[in-house]
């Protein structure tokens, strides 16, 4: 069973830092069920890690596209002025 680790790990640093925070803390909780034997849980764990790495990455492409067209519309205003 995956645990998403490298995922939420790119999904931090890359894209949302609090909702990659809680990728994080579900892709480590993986192992530590499995070998416990709490199959359900580690399954849960690993679903939510991959739920919460696609969340990040979902809202760093809005943080990215909403940067850019605000510039953009910035450099229209700005030629308009001249």
């Known amino acids: 069973m995956p645990n998403h680790l490298v995922w939420a790990i790119l999904a931090t640093i890359c894209c949302c830092l609090p909702t990659g925070i809680v990728s994080i803390v579900y892709a480590a909780q993986v192992d530590g069920k499995l070998q416990a034997g709490d199959l359900a849980g580690?399954?849960?764990s690993s679903d939510n890690a991959k739920l919460?790495?696609?969340?990040?990455?979902?809202?760093?492409?809005v943080g990215i596209s909403a940067y850019f067209?605000?510039?953009?519309?910035?450099?229209?205003?700005?030629?308009?002025?001249?």
Do not use: C, M, V, Y
């Open 52 to 61: 919460w790495a696609w969340i990040s990455f979902g809202l760093g492409l």
């Open 42 to 44: 580690a399954r849960q």
């Open 69 to 82: 067209g605000l510039a953009f519309l910035g450099f229209l205003a700005d030629a308009g002025r001249h």
